[in-house]
C-alpha cells in the first residue's frame, strides 16, 4: 500500500492496557497521519505530524499519544484512557510539495478489546 | 467543528448505467476536493481530487465542485460491478496545515 507498512494487522487489547500502533513509511514523506474508521463510519483524525519531533492533535485525540523522532516512522499508542478503542485505525502519508495533496495509506491496524 | 455530509446509501445501480455519488461541505476556506474509494476491509485510494468550480474528467470518472454551493458530487459513467465500493469525499480546509477531514462514505453498489 505505497510504502506504508502498518503492524500487526490485528491487536487485541485487554482492559486497562495501553497498545501500540506500528506504522513505517519508505516514502520518503514529511508528513504523517493517524485516522481512526468505525463501521459505517468516514475517516477522524486522531494525530498529524508535518515534520520530525513535531507533531498536532487532531480531532479525536483524547485517549491516544503519538511520538515523531524518526521521519520513517509515527507510532500510535492507544492508552487505558480510551474507553472505546475497538476500530480500524489508518496509517497515512504525505509529501511536503504543495501540489503532492494525495495521502498514502497504510494497509491499516483492526484493534478490538478482549 | 468543520463537516463534510454525504448521503450514506447504500446506493445501488445496474451495471452500466451512471451513478452520481454527491457531498456538501461546511467550511467556505476549503481548498482541495478529494474522492477516496474504500473496498470492504481495505484503506482508501484516492480517484479524483478537483480544486476549481467545474468539472474534472479521468476515465469514466468525473469529479463536480461548485463552491458557492459548497457542493462536490463524483459522477461513475458506465458503473462495473469491480466500481461496487464506499466512496469517501475528503475537503482540505484552508490554513497552513494539511488536515483532509472525510465524510462518512456513500456505499455503492452496481449489480450485474
Known amino acids: 500500500d505505497g510504502g506504508i507498512t502498518q503492524s500487526p494487522k490485528y491487536l487485541f487489547r485487554k482492559e486497562g492496557q495501553n497498545v501500540t500502533l506500528s506504522c513505517e513509511q519508505n516514502l520518503n514523506h514529511d508528513a504523517m497521519y493517524w485516522y481512526r474508521q468505525d463501521p459505517g463510519q468516514g475517516l477522524r483524525l486522531i494525530y498529524y505530524s508535518q515534520i520530525v519531533n513535531d507533531f498536532q492533535k487532531g480531532d479525536i485525540a483524547e485517549g491516544y499519544s503519538v511520538s515523531r523522532e524518526k521521519k520513517e516512522s509515527f507510532p500510535l499508542t492507544v492508552t487505558s484512557a480510551q474507553k472505546n478503542p475497538t476500530a480500524f485505525y489508518l496509517c497515512a502519508a504525505r509529501g511536503r510539495l504543495a501540489t503532492n495533496e494525495k495521502l498514502f495509506f497504510g494497509s491499516g491496524t483492526q484493534l478490538s478489546v478482549l | 467543528q468543520k463537516e463534510v455530509e454525504q448521503n450514506s446509501g447504500p446506493l445501488s445501480v445496474p451495471e452500466g448505467a451512471i451513478a452520481s455519488l454527491n457531498c456538501t461541505y461546511s467550511?467556505?476556506?476549503?481548498?482541495?476536493f478529494f474522492w477516496y474509494r474504500q473496498y470492504s476491509g481495505k484503506s482508501p485510494e484516492l480517484i479524483m481530487s478537483i480544486y476549481s468550480n467545474g468539472d474534472k474528467e479521468d476515465g469514466r470518472f468525473t469529479a463536480q465542485l461548485n463552491k458557492a454551493s459548497q457542493y462536490v458530487s463524483l459522477l461513475i459513467r458506465d458503473s462495473q460491478p469491480s466500481d461496487s465500493a464506499t466512496y469517501l469525499c475528503a475537503v482540505r480546509s484552508g490554513g497552513s496545515n494539511y488536515k483532509l477531514t472525510f465524510g462518512k462514505g456513500t456505499l455503492l453498489t452496481v449489480n450485474p
Open positions: 467550511d467556505r476556506g476549503s481548498q482541495s
